[in-house]
Nanobody
Framework: QVQLVESGGGLVQAGGSGRLSCAIS????????MAWFRQAPGKEREFVAA????????YYGNAVKGRFAISRDNVKNTMYLQMNSLKPEDTAVYYC?????????????????WGQGTQVTVSS
């Protein structure tokens, strides 16, 4: 079992920045793939970014490429999402997710564990 706890959400002005954290605990997850997804009201859950924990290789959804950066801290067992140049359309609940197969994916069904989510609201 893996437990994921997100933090860092809140209200940000358009053009501003923010950083989300995902604290990871439980069984050894060194070979997992980790990801951020988001879900806006009335919309499907959308892939944001993923990282292969062992190598640090990163992948991004088209909507955030060039603005967001995913990273991880092996010592703190924490994953981050640095969000820059935020837009009102980035407003959503952001979730971190873990895939025990270790292969980064943009599909929600590939992920075994999910956090409870953290709200990010970008005002115009």
């Amino acid at each position: 079992q893996v437990q994921l706890v997100e933090s860092g959400g809140g209200l940000v002005q358009a053009g501003g920045s923010g950083r989300l954290s995902c604290a990871i605990s439980g069984e050894t997850f060194g070979r997992y793939a980790m990801a951020w997804f988001r879900q806006a009201p009335g919309k499907e859950r959308e892939f944001v970014a993923a990282i292969r924990w062992s190598s640090g290789t990163t992948y991004y959804g088209n909507a955030v490429k060039g603005r967001f950066a995913i990273s991880r801290d092996n010592v703190k067992n924490t994953m981050y999402l640095q969000m820059n140049s935020l837009k009102p359309e980035d407003t959503a609940v952001y979730y971190c997710a873990a895939d025990s197969d270790g292969v980064p994916s943009g599909r929600t069904r590939d992920y075994d564990y999910w956090g409870q989510g953290t709200q990010v609201t970008v005002s115009s």
